[in-house]
C-alpha cells in the first residue's frame, strides 16, 4: 500500500508533511482509510491514520480493531480513551506544521477537535489528490473489481430464472441480493434496485411491495462487493412480449451504450463520452429522456471520488480509469430502459469487465 501512499502526496498541489484519515462514528467512515491501509475487515470507528511522503502510515485504533489492523502493513497503536488517543496523535505528529486533510470526510466535530490539539498545525484539504489517486486503478484493485464483475455477471444471467408471475419487487431484490453471496460476495454494493413497469422510469427507485404484472418492464440495477471493491450492472427484461415501443427504447439504449464504448479513448475528456451519448438519444423520439449521466468511475466506492461522465466532465480519460457506462431512457408513467456495465480502459480502447447478454429478453 506504500505506493498509494506515495501517489496521494505526488498527486497534492501544496506540500505535506504528513495526512490525516480520520474515522468518526460508522456513518462518518472514510473508505480512503481503506483505500490506504488495504484492510478489508473491520469497521475501525473513532480511529485515525497517518500517512508520510516516504509511503509509511501509523495507525491509532481501539483495542477491538487491534488484532484486525496488525493484518496491515502499518505501525499500528492501541488507545483505551480519548486522552491516550491524542497523546498517541502528538507523538506522530505534533512537530508537523502542513498537514492534509480529506475535507470531504472528515465531520465537523472531529475537524475541531485535531484543530485545538494541534494548534500549531495548518490543516489544508487534499480531497482532490486523493480522488485523483483512487482513479487510477492498480493491479490489485483491477483484479478485485473484475472479481465483483463476474459475480455480477453471473447472478444477471440466473435472474431471467427468477421472473415469474406474482412475483413482488422485494422478493426479487432479495433473491439477486443473496444469490451475489451465494456467488462469493462479500455484500451487496448497494442497495439492491429492483423496479416493474412505471417505477423502472424513476432511475434510483429501489423496490417495494409492487407485483409483476404482464407487460411490465423489469429493471434490476445491482453490483457485488469483493474485499470492498464493486461492481455495478443494470439489465432491463420484459415480462410477456415486448411491444414495439419498449422494443424501440431498448433498441436506443443498446446503440446509445455502444457508442460509449466505441468513443473511449484515453486522452478526451470525459464530457465527450458523455455528449455522444446524449446527442444520439436527443436525435431520437427520445429527446430529453435521458437524464443522468452516462457513467462514473467504481472502485472501492460505487460512485468513486464522485467523478461522473457527464456534459460538464473535465476528467480526462487515462488508462486504467474504471467506469460504468449506463444510458437510459425514462418515459413516465409508462417505465424505462437502463443497460450498464463497466468497463476498464486501455490504451487501445476498453476491456468489458461486465459480459452477460445486453439483449432485449422477453420472459
Known amino acids: 500500500m506504500k505506493d498509494r501512499v506515495k501517489r496521494i502526496f505526488n498527486n497534492l498541489e501544496k506540500k505535506s508533511e504528513a495526512i490525516i484519515i480520520k474515522n468518526s462514528d460508522e456513518h462518518h467512515i472514510d473508505e480512503n482509510f481503506f483505500y490506504v491501509t488495504g484492510l478489508n475487515q473491520g469497521l475501525f470507528e473513532g480511529s485515525i491514520a497517518i500517512l508520510f511522503p516516504d509511503g509509511n502510515i501509523d495507525l491509532i485504533v481501539p483495542e477491538l480493531e487491534f488484532e484486525t489492523a496488525k493484518k496491515a502493513d502499518v505501525n499500528a497503536n492501541i488507545y483505551k480513551n480519548e486522552k491516550e488517543f491524542y497523546n498517541l496523535l502528538n507523538n506522530s505528529i505534533s512537530s508537523f506544521q502542513n498537514i492534509?486533510?480529506?475535507f470531504k470526510s472528515i465531520s465537523l466535530r472531529d475537524f475541531l477537535k485535531l484543530k485545538n490539539k494541534l494548534s500549531n498545525a495548518d490543516f489544508f484539504d487534499i480531497s482532490e489528490g486523493i480522488e485523483k489517486t483512487r482513479l487510477i486503478k492498480d493491479q490489485d484493485e483491477i483484479k478485485l473489481i473484475r472479481k465483483a464483475c463476474g459475480i455480477a455477471d453471473n447472478v444477471a444471467k440466473k435472474i431471467p430464472e427468477l421472473i415469474c408471475e406474482d412475483l413482488y419487487e422485494y422478493e426479487l431484490a432479495a433473491e439477486i441480493s443473496y444469490l451475489m453471496q451465494k456467488n462469493g460476495a462479500d455484500s451487496p454494493a448497494f442497495e439492491t434496485i429492483s423496479s416493474f413497469g412505471k417505477n423502472s422510469a424513476e432511475p434510483h427507485y429501489?423496490?417495494?411491495n409492487v407485483k409483476l404484472k404482464r407487460g411490465d418492464f423489469v429493471?434490476?440495477?445491482?453490483?457485488a462487493s469483493v474485499k470492498k471493491y464493486n461492481s455495478d450492472i443494470t439489465r432491463t427484461f420484459v415480462f410477456g412480449n415486448a411491444t414495439n415501443q419498449q422494443k424501440e427504447i431498448y433498441e436506443t439504449v443498446l446503440n446509445a451504450q455502444q457508442i460509449a464504448f466505441d468513443t473511449i479513448k484515453t486522452g478526451l475528456k470525459g464530457r465527450d463520452v458523455h455528449n455522444a451519448v446524449d446527442s444520439f438519444i436527443n436525435n431520437t423520439k427520445f429527446k430529453g429522456r435521458f437524464i443522468h449521466s452516462t457513467g462514473h468511475s467504481l472502485g472501492i466506492a460505487v460512485h468513486d471520488g464522485g467523478v461522473r461522465l457527464s456534459h460538464n466532465s473535465e476528467v480526462e480519460l487515462k488508462e486504467n480509469m474504471?467506469?460504468?457506462?449506463?444510458?437510459?431512457?425514462?418515459i413516465p408513467e409508462m417505465g424505462g430502459v437502463r443497460i450498464e456495465d463497466d468497463v476498464l480502459i486501455k490504451k487501445d480502447g476498453i476491456e468489458l469487465l461486465t459480459n452477460s447478454s445486453r439483449e432485449l429478453i422477453e420472459i
Open 219 to 223: 429493471l434490476c440495477d445491482f453490483g
Open 322 to 330: 474504471i467506469f460504468t457506462i449506463e444510458p437510459g431512457v425514462y
Open 100 to 102: 492534509g486533510l480529506n
Open 206 to 208: 429501489s423496490h417495494g
